[in-house]
């Protein structure tokens, strides 16, 4: 087959995107904003497994599918908002920050990356979501994750931008997370967190719960 093969352009671009976010997924002592609201057992793995599964989601459908969505929504924000904005994208380490919390004597990084920031205290969190209507939305972890980046980034609010095939909503999450709540979900091991992760994982087949 001669010319451009886009399916395969779309997973290299996916594997670049994911070195160069460059999780440190090996290091315990290090928590995404991500971790703090994600089953426990799916950080153990993913700190086990830090190689392996690198890029174990570029041909997962559902992912692909929501990291288009990302990509296009932030481009749109770029070209409508300029340099007011800045986005994962293109301004990456503008668009992360690290905090260091101390639990039981313990020290971790907690670090983040978020979607973009506007006028340097609004955070912008894009979430695809195929679910049906009669969902409620926003979903409770995404806001437990908006609430974790108004802290980490000291900004006024997250707003959360859902595009659904029903349609593009925002939700404004002016709340941070507290920094009790924050250690108290590094010392809490809850495996799933949600009822819903286990059908979503890419560790499903290993994990016994």
Known sequence: MKGPLIPVDVVKWRVARNERHGRRRGDPSVYYVT?????????????????????????????????????????????????????ELEDGDAVSAEKVVVVDGRKYTVAGRI???????????????????????????????????????????TLLVYVTPHGIYQFEVSEPMREDEVREAIREEKAPRWSWEGRHCEFASPCHV
Not at 139 to 144: D, I, K
Request: aromatic share 8%; with cysteine; net charge neutral.
């Open 115 to 157: 979607d973009a920031i506007l006028d340097n205290v609004i955070g912008i969190e894009v979430k695809s979501n195929t679910s049906p209507p009669d969902e409620p939305l926003p979903l409770p972890w995404h806001v437990a994750q908006a609430r974790a980046y108004n802290w980490l980034f000291n900004l006024q609010k």
């Open 35 to 87: 971790h703090l609201g994600q089953c426990s057992l799916k950080r153990l793995f993913e700190i086990r497994l830090a190689d392996e599964v690198r890029n174990l989601g570029v041909l997962n459908g559902r992912l692909l599918f929501g990291d288009v969505v990302h990509a296009g929504v932030l481009a749109i924000l770029k070209e409508v908002y300029g340099d007011r904005i800045k986005t």
